[in-house]
């Protein structure tokens, strides 16, 4: 599976991005798909995730209640919505394909949130 995010930019303290992710191939749904971070200096950390079958979400505690994770099965995309930037959200981010043993990232998209 090949993944091509998009979304990210500058913004303010307290703004919304909406991060997109477009995963190519036709076993989109065989995916546990999510978003990781990585913030200059730091390790990648995960932000969040939806199950391949149920669609369950799961959340980094950092974002929780300011980030929203969707899938549309039928364009093979997963979303990140996120509301209440903080200076702290600032990172490269990268959408994520898991199944079994196999993980895949996209080339991932800078967010800069100023304050």
């Known amino acids: 599976v090949q993944l091509q995010a998009s979304g990210g930019g500058l913004v303010q303290a307290g703004d919304s991005l909406r991060l997109s992710c477009a995963a190519s191939g036709r076993t989109f749904s065989s995916y546990h798909m999510g978003w990781f971070r990585q913030a200059p200096g730091k390790e990648r950390e995960f932000v969040a995730a939806?199950?391949?079958?149920?669609?369950?979400?799961f959340y980094a505690d950092s974002v929780k209640g300011r980030f929203t994770i969707s899938r549309d099965y039928a364009k093979n995309t997963v979303v990140l919505q996120m509301v209440s930037l903080e200076p702290e959200d600032t990172a490269v981010y990268y959408c994520n394909a898991a199944y079994g043993s196999r993980s895949y990232y996209g080339q991932g998209t800078q967010v800069t949130v100023s304050s």
């Open positions: 939806s199950t391949r079958n149920s669609g369950n979400t």
